[in-house]
């Protein structure tokens, strides 16, 4: 259902080294660079996750209550990626733990801002 997201950066070089070293204990890497945007994806195929530089040239201000959530595939990856995400700079909003019944998830911020999750549904 979803083929991509696109969080804003002010620095696409240290958004392309933060997300390059993050996801690739997923197996992603960059599939796409025109620039301004660089897409990571897997060789599975499926939805892409981006970084972009804001095409009307304004400042990349992470919106309040937008997040993308990630799902690497078990509990033990939410908290590797977790922890790696705060050694690469990013900045802890919510250590990762059991949310719900059948939720698991971990949430941080990356250098720019922008709010992701890892989680685990199961």
Excluded: W
């Excluded at 997923?26 to 897409?39: C, E, P, S, T």
């Excluded at 400042?59 to 937008?66: E, I, M, Q, V």
């Amino acid at each position: 259902m979803i083929a991509y997201v696109t969080v804003g950066t002010a620095d696409m070089d240290k958004a392309k080294a933060f997300y390059s070293a993050l996801l690739e204990d997923l197996g992603a890497k960059i599939v796409m660079d025109i620039g301004r945007l660089a897409a990571f994806g897997t060789d599975q195929g499926g939805a892409m996750f981006a970084v972009c530089t804001p095409h009307n040239e304004q400042a990349p201000d992470p919106g309040n209550g937008n997040m993308v959530a990630i799902p690497p595939g078990s509990k033990e990856l939410v908290d590797k990626l977790y922890a790696k995400a705060l050694e690469l700079g990013g900045t802890g909003e919510g250590e990762p733990g059991q949310r719900m019944d059948g939720f698991y998830g971990a949430y941080f911020r990356d250098p720019d801002g922008n709010k992701i999750c890892f989680c685990h549904f199961g």
